[in-house]
Nanobody, 116 residues
């Protein structure tokens, strides 16, 4: 299984970005998919998840600003990020798991930098 992220870049504070995660197989095969991020010197942390039924979950730090969604026909999961802050700067990773527990598959990540 391959997960390929895209859409990262440099954006000013208050700006928006949309990240995409394209899967190499039907995303209905995964119980859950999610976005994680890791800032320099920090541990990887949960950003948002979406399960096969469409239920979503968000880290408190991004609630109301970020939105996760899925396009089953395109086997792609998106992360819409609005009102970006410098503290959102990190490498963002897409992940997928077939059952509950640890994630089975990870992408290579895409860099998001929020700076003026």
């Amino acid at each position: 299984v391959q997960l390929v992220e895209s859409g990262g870049g440099l954006v000013q504070p208050g700006g928006s970005l949309t990240l995409s995660c394209a899967a190499s197989e039907n995303i209905f095969n995964f119980n859950e998919m999610g976005w994680y991020r890791q800032a320099p010197g920090e541990q990887r942390e949960l950003v948002a998840t979406i399960n096969v039924g469409g239920r979503t979950n968000y880290a408190d730090s991004v609630k109301g600003r970020f939105s996760i969604s899925r396009d089953n026909a395109e086997n792609t999961v998106y992360l819409q990020m609005n009102s970006l802050k410098p503290e959102d700067t990190a490498v963002y990773y897409c992940a997928a798991r077939r059952v509950t527990g640890n994630y089975d598959y990870w992408g290579r990540g895409t860099q998001v930098t929020v700076s003026s």
